[in-house]
């Protein structure tokens, strides 16, 4: 059975260009989650859906980020412009959630985003 | 203020030797716990869970937890360290009243050696 999936693997880009990043979550899950770890900050939770709608983004760190989940099978984490201290291992996870609080998620194996 | 904490950033080892990593977390309802572990490159893999019931939880790779509620606490054991146990470790919090997010502690890195 897969797993979560995200593409791509890595990414290195120069400041000002756009970068989206994908994820592909568990087929049956109804719960989507962007994280973002870094050495100083760990990890940080940045939005997350549930059936497809935005449920809290109150992590999204500025309007340079945004995030779209057209469909149960698939979400993007757009950067616009980007810049060098966006650089970071983005994590996309999924979980199946019953409405009875917070399950385990599992995680895809993360994209590395360079800026230079 | 709901929080997560791993006292110790890093912990060595010697292989063969019992491990016991610390998670202590501040909540003000019942709390779903999980550890995680990440190999380096590689994503956070679900090791164990604790939602209600048996307060000592087996999980993969030889792991086990146990529940405290006095000492808020969800420390994670493994009699036996195998080298391929290095990694970094995650202890996780969430609860009904905080709906799907989950609260990640900083992490504990394990170094196993020789």
């Known amino acids: 059975d897969a797993g979560v999936i995200q593409s791509p693997r890595h990414e290195v880009t120069e400041m000002g260009q756009e970068v989206t990043l994908r994820c592909k979550p568990i087929s049956g899950h109804n719960s989507l989650f962007w994280y973002r770890q870094t050495m100083m900050r760990g990890l940080e939770l940045l939005i997350y859906?549930?059936?497809?709608?935005?449920?809290?983004d109150s992590g999204m760190p500025e309007d340079r980020f945004s995030a779209k989940m057209p469909n149960a099978s698939f979400s993007t984490l757009k950067i616009q412009p980007s810049e060098p201290r966006d650089s970071a291992v983005y994590f996309c996870?999924?979980?199946?959630?019953?409405?009875?609080?917070?399950?385990?998620?599992?995680f895809g194996p993360g994209t590395r985003l360079t800026v230079t | 203020a709901q929080s997560v904490t791993q006292p110790d950033i890093h912990i060595t080892v010697s292989e063969g030797a019992s491990l016991e990593l610390r998670c202590n977390y501040s909540?003000?309802?019942?709390?779903?716990l999980f550890w995680y572990v990440q190999s380096p490159g590689q994503g956070l893999q679900l090791l164990l869970k604790y939602f209600s019931g048996d307060t000592l939880v087996q999980g993969i790779k030889g792991f086990e937890a146990e529940f405290k509620r006095s000492q808020s606490s969800f420390n994670l054991r493994k009699p036996s360290v195998h080298w391929s146990d290095a990694a970094e470790y995650f202890c996780a919090v969430g609860s009904l009243s905080s709906g799907y997010a989950l609260n990640f502690g900083k992490g504990t890195s394990l170094l196993v050696t020789p």
């Open positions: 859906f549930n059936n497809n709608v935005p449920i809290d």
């Open positions: 996870a999924s979980s199946l959630d019953l409405g009875q609080g917070a399950y385990e998620q599992y």
């Open positions: 909540y003000g309802a019942t709390p779903y």
